[in-house]
C-alpha cells in the first residue's frame, strides 16, 4: 500500500505563511530603505537634491556593527540631459559617502563624513543622519539649457566592498541595503533656473 505524500512545495509555503504573518504582527522586523522623501528643486542659483528615508538594518547588520565592522553607505546623484541622437550626457555627477561604526568603550555611535565625524548615543539617531541630505547641491543652474530635457539617477546603498576581505564571501540577501530611483527635471524648476 501507498502512502500519500505532500507536494514538496507545501512545508516551504507553511513556513512563508508563518513568517508573513509574523511580519504583520510585528514581530519581525524588515530589512530595507523606505523612501519618505525624494525631490530636486532650485535653490540659490543651483539644482538641489533633498532625500529622507527610513533605514532598517537586519540582525546580521546591526550585530556585525555591534561587534565593530564600520559599515559604509555611499549615495549618488547623476544628472543626465537626454539625447535622442546618442546616449544621454552626463552633466554633472556627485557622491557621499558615511561611515557608520560602533564604540564599544563609550557606547556610542560614530557616522564620519570625509574627515569629520559625529558621536551619538542611539544607533536610530546615527541612521537618521546618514539617510537625509537637504540642500545637496547636483549643478549650478546655469548648466541647464533652456528646452532640454534632464533627468537624475539617484542610489543608495550599503558598500559591501568596502568591509573587511574575508566578511564579503558569500554575503546573502540581509547583507543587501539600497534604493535607485530616477527623478525628471520638472519644466518648473528649468524655467525658473533661466
Excluded: C, K
Excluded at 33 to 50: F, I, M, N, P, Y
Excluded at 54 to 67: M, N, Q, V
Amino acid at each position: 500500500m501507498r502512502r500519500a505524500t505532500l507536494p514538496s512545495f507545501l512545508p516551504r509555503l507553511a513556513r512563508l505563511l508563518v513568517v508573513l504573518w509574523l511580519a504583520a504582527q510585528g514581530f519581525v522586523q524588515a530589512q530595507g530603505v523606505e523612501l519618505s522623501v525624494l525631490e530636486l528643486r532650485l535653490s540659490e542659483g543651483a539644482l538641489t537634491l533633498d532625500f529622507s528615508a527610513r533605514l532598517t538594518l537586519s540582525r546580521p547588520l546591526e550585530d556585525a556593527l555591534r561587534r565593530g565592522v564600520p559599515m559604509y553607505f555611499h549615495t549618488e546623484a547623476r544628472l543626465y540631459r537626454s539625447r535622442w541622437y546618442w546616449r544621454d550626457e552626463r552633466v554633472a555627477r556627485v557622491s557621499r559617502s558615511y561611515r557608520l561604526s560602533y564604540q564599544p568603550l563609550t557606547a556610542s555611535w560614530r557616522v564620519g563624513l570625509g574627515g569629520l565625524a559625529q558621536s551619538f548615543q542611539s544607533l536610530s539617531d546615527a541612521l537618521t543622519v546618514i539617510a537625509r541630505l537637504s540642500g545637496w547641491q547636483l549643478a549650478e543652474a546655469a548648466q541647464l539649457e533652456p528646452g532640454e530635457r534632464y533627468y537624475v539617477e539617484f542610489s543608495y546603498r550599503l558598500d559591501n566592498s568596502q568591509l573587511p576581505q574575508p566578511m564579503q564571501i558569500g554575503l546573502g540577501s540581509e547583507w543587501s541595503l539600497g534604493i535607485e530611483r530616477t527623478l525628471r527635471v520638472d519644466e518648473r524648476v528649468r524655467e525658473s533656473a533661466q
